[in-house]
């Protein structure tokens, strides 16, 4: 029978993550994600999901230092990223500085020390490239500083908040796995055919440019920025719905209740709103507009979705909008390389079959 866009096609056994959409539930190789987000490290929980559990302190102090010494640019990719055009979007410089390090030291099957390095350079490249394009001289990385941290250290230049570090860190931890979407399933295919890492990777980017996989959060913000204050939320939130208007942020494909991931980034933000307005905008703006969602739309269980929070959070950190796809993607390749891994395991080639409708020559 076919299956339009493979919707519903079991491809393969995992055992890194569970997306149970009707319960609302994404587990982490046994654990919830929602509560390892809100106490673990970036890098504690990328450990978790390429070793199949958490490290121990002397293994964990080990991989930082691995991650540290990987971030630095070589002078060659830094030509490079001076050379590129001014019009190439950042997922496009992100494919191309990942994919110039796709030299025959990479083999299959892939290796931790190659998903260190890939992982530890994302930042360093959106930072660079970014500046760059800006005016704003090239910040260079910190070893002082854990990846999220340093992240937004090369970005503006200046020491992050706590708070600010702790709710990208959340965001991050959040993002990093979700089943078989489609840059995911993009990277297992390209290793299942023996290709290398970089390749994977580099492949699951193109899957992610796509507007339809990794479309950026600005809606929400565009909502939030429109209602400004909490006073004019009820009404502009009502005039909305009434016009039968998208409220942005809330309902998803797969979620039939409230994303676990938003759950645990509004309980992450609302342990800041002393520290941050815009959290505090954000969470009473989404109190009220689930109580007008179930009143308008009575049934339909629209909650809140992951993008909610994501804009939120990356509005208040002043990311660009034009790195929120970017920002996602350095999460998200740690997931990526975890499933390359796991395809390594017990690889088989993956290859559909198609069904031929088109016209049939006379017959011999």
């Known amino acids: 029978m076919l299956k339009e866009g493979l919707a519903g096609v079991v491809t393969a056994q995992s055992r890194i993550s569970l997306v149970d959409g009707e319960k609302g539930q994404l587990v982490y190789r046994g654990y919830w994600a929602e509560d390892i987000a809100q106490h673990k490290s970036f890098e504690e929980v990328m450990y978790l999901l390429w070793y199949q559990r958490f490290p121990q302190p002397v293994e964990l102090d080990t991989f930082i230092q691995s991650m540290k010494n990987a971030r630095v640019l070589s002078e060659t990719e830094e030509s490079i990223l001076h050379s590129l055009p001014t019009n190439m979007d950042m997922m496009s410089v992100i494919r191309t500085m990942l994919s110039t390090r796709g030299t025959t030291d990479y083999q299959w099957p892939s290796t931790i020390e190659e998903g260190i390095q890939l992982t530890a350079l994302v930042p360093t490249i959106i930072c660079y490239r970014y500046r760059l394009l800006n005016g704003m001289g090239p910040i260079m990385p910190r070893k002082d500083l854990d990846h999220v941290s340093n992240y937004l250290y090369m970005l503006h230049?200046?020491?992050?908040?706590?708070?600010?570090v702790k709710a990208l860190t959340g965001y991050l931890i959040l993002t990093m796995e979700h089943g078989m979407n489609a840059s995911t399933f993009a990277?297992?295919?390209i290793s299942s055919t023996q290709s290398d890492l970089v390749s994977a990777v580099a492949g699951a980017i193109g899957a992610m440019k796509g507007p339809l996989h990794g479309g950026a959060p600005s809606g929400v913000i565009d909502l939030l920025e429109e209602i400004g204050s909490i006073e004019k939320a009820e009404p502009y939130i009502r005039k909305k719905l009434e016009n039968g208007e998208l409220l942005m942020g809330f309902g998803h494909r797969v979620y039939k209740t409230m994303d676990p991931r938003a759950r645990a980034l509004r309980a992450i933000t609302s342990n800041l709103t002393q520290d941050d307005p815009w959290f505090a905008l954000a969470n009473q703006v989404e109190q009220l507009a689930i109580e007008l969602l179930d009143e308008y739309k009575p049934g339909r269980r629209l909650y809140t979705n992951v993008e909610f929070y994501a804009a939120a959070i990356l509005k208040a950190l002043q990311i660009p909008t034009d790195l929120f796809t970017p920002t996602f993607t350095m999460s998200r390749i740690v997931g990526w390389i975890?499933?390359?891994?796991?395809?390594?395991?017990?690889?088989?080639?993956?290859?559909p079959s198609s069904e031929y409708v088109g016209k049939m020559p006379d017959p011999k």
């Open 187 to 189: 990277a297992r295919v």
């Open 338 to 351: 975890a499933n390359v891994y796991e395809q390594n395991e017990n690889n088989r080639i993956i290859r």
């Open 157 to 164: 230049g200046t020491e992050p908040r706590k708070a600010h």
